[in-house]
């Protein structure tokens, strides 16, 4: 059964900064890529991150390119996210995902139905 297991949230300052993890159980992890997604209060999923299978190439949305860092641990099944210079809007519940797991219209995305998902780790940015 696959399980994705998120952690590393917290409440920050904005400036400040955070390592999200992923540890991922019940699939070959290193064969996908990998997501972040997040789901800000009232708002829908919005895609934040992919890495390719490898971690050799890592792709942002427009909003935290340059401040965070999408890499993997394949000998250690587990994904993180390096978030930097933090900004209120960045306030959300952050989400690990397999490409295939959830589908997307410009960066609005949704949950396929049969997609496997953790409970999240909570990001709050305020002063």
């Known amino acids: 059964q696959v399980q994705l297991v998120e952690s590393g949230g917290g409440l920050v300052q904005p400036g400040g900064s955070l390592r999200l993890s992923c540890a991922a159980s019940?699939?070959?992890?290193?064969?996908?890529?990998m997501s972040w997604v997040r789901q800000a209060p009232g708002k829908g999923l919005e895609w934040v991150s992919d890495?390719?299978?490898?971690?050799?190439?890592?792709y942002y949305a427009d909003s935290v390119k340059g401040r965070f860092t999408i890499s993997r641990d394949n000998a250690k099944n587990t994904l993180y996210l390096q978030m930097n210079s933090l900004k209120p809007e960045d306030t959300a519940v952050y989400y690990c995902?397999?490409?295939?797991?959830?589908?997307?219209?410009?960066?609005?995305?949704?949950?396929?139905?049969?997609?496997?998902w953790g409970q999240g780790t909570q990001v709050t940015v305020s002063s």
């Open positions: 995902a397999k490409r295939g797991d959830y589908y997307c219209s410009d960066y609005e995305c949704y949950r396929h139905s049969k997609g496997s």
């Open positions: 890495i390719s299978s490898g971690g050799g190439s890592g």
């Open positions: 019940g699939f070959t992890f290193s064969s996908y890529v």
